[in-house]
């Protein structure tokens, strides 16, 4: 049996609404049961290998894609994002895909795993919306982000510096990686020397996450020690 959640409320909505507008992002404690979480968890760990598998940072990261196929807890997940997002954008939407995801602690002596972690997943606007399996903890691999990154000053001014979201060279070029994929940890340390601050995402298994995965500088924080699981949905929003 499937859980049919109860968090998709016109309150819930409403509240997304105005975060997202505000801040890009909105957090919703409480949104399934430890129970549920626990199960979809079993189902990851079940995984090896196979269609959609792909293994990161010397295996320590697996990710499974198109994950909605291989369980009704995980496709209820995806009918629920598809909801959301649909009743929060006020059109229907619907992601390609739930991206499902374990970290395990990195090896600490490849530090190529830990750097320059940091970017945005687009320039055109994206939503995400995440699902924590697991409690997350400063040393799980938090998901973390800059707040105020996502302000079009900010963008503006970001834009126009070279290398930081884009290479003159290559802006006009395509299939070509762009820097705003992996922004270096200088440029972001500059960040933080002017006051910018980091939020980790420290939240009970069970919490949803709304945020725009393009407007907000953010990362995987590395995996330190436990794991962390997590569902994710993807959904091209146009920003009204």
Request: charged share 25%.
């Amino acid at each position: 049996m499937t859980e049919r959640p109860s968090f998709i409320t016109n309150e819930i909505v409403c509240n997304t609404k105005l975060a997202m507008k505000k801040d890009q992002y909105f957090i919703i404690p409480d949104a399934y049961s430890e129970i549920f979480c626990d199960k979809i968890r079993k189902q990851i760990d079940s995984i090896h290998e196979g269609s959609g598998v792909e293994l990161n940072y010397d295996a320590t990261e697996m990710r499974i894609w198109s994950a909605q196929k291989r369980s009704p807890e995980i496709n209820q997940f995806f009918i629920d994002s598809n909801d959301l997002i649909t009743r929060v954008s006020g059109r229907h939407n619907q992601a390609g895909f739930v991206l499902a995801i374990r970290n395990t602690a990195l090896k600490m002596y490849n530090k190529l795993n830990l750097k320059n972690r940091w970017h945005i997943d687009s320039w055109r606007s994206q939503v995400k919306v995440f699902l924590w399996l697991s409690n997350t903890t400063e040393e799980s691999g938090p998901f973390e982000f800059i707040p105020n990154t996502h302000k079009l000053s900010f963008r503006l001014r970001k834009a126009c510096e070279p290398g930081f979201f884009f290479d003159m060279k290559t802006i006009f070029k395509k299939n070509v990686n762009r820097p705003y994929q992996s922004i270096s940890d200088e440029k972001i340390q500059l960040l933080f020397d002017q006051g910018y601050k980091t939020h980790p995402v420290l939240v009970s298994a069970g919490t949803v996450m709304v945020v725009n995965s393009s407007y907000l500088i953010h990362r995987a924080r590395p995996c330190r020690r436990g794991s962390r699981y997590a569902l994710t949905t993807y959904f091209d929003v146009p920003e009204n």
